[in-house]
């Protein structure tokens, strides 16, 4: 009896994580079909209104001598690429958009 409890235990575990991820993973979904609408040259306003409020925003970075910032929209489990946002300091224009690539 004590054998039946643990396994079923186990398995809601089990099925808990797996509703939790297809979950996640369907937003991710949504937000890269949204990440492909971005455009070089838009503002912070009009990618925010695409891609909904981002999960984090960098601070001031130098890259190759120019001044970024950058919307963080995450990175699912498993994943090395996430949906990065980037906007040239001085224009807060986007430069480029990398979509989970």
Do not use: H, W
């Not at 994580?17 to 890269?32: A, G, P």
Request: glycine share 8%; net charge positive; with cysteine.
């Amino acid at each position: 009896m004590d054998t039946t409890k643990k396994l079923i235990r186990i398995f809601i575990l089990l099925l808990s994580f797996q509703l939790i991820t297809v979950s996640c993973s369907s937003d991710y979904d949504e937000k890269l079909k949204n990440c492909k609408q971005i455009k070089k040259g838009m503002s912070e306003g009009e990618v925010v209104e695409i891609m909904g409020k981002p999960v984090e925003r960098s601070k001031n970075k130098l890259i190759g001598g120019n001044k970024y910032y950058i919307l963080y929209y995450g990175t699912p489990a498993m994943a090395s690429t996430g949906i990065d946002i980037y906007f040239d300091q001085n224009t807060q224009k986007v430069t480029k958009a990398i979509c989970g690539e």
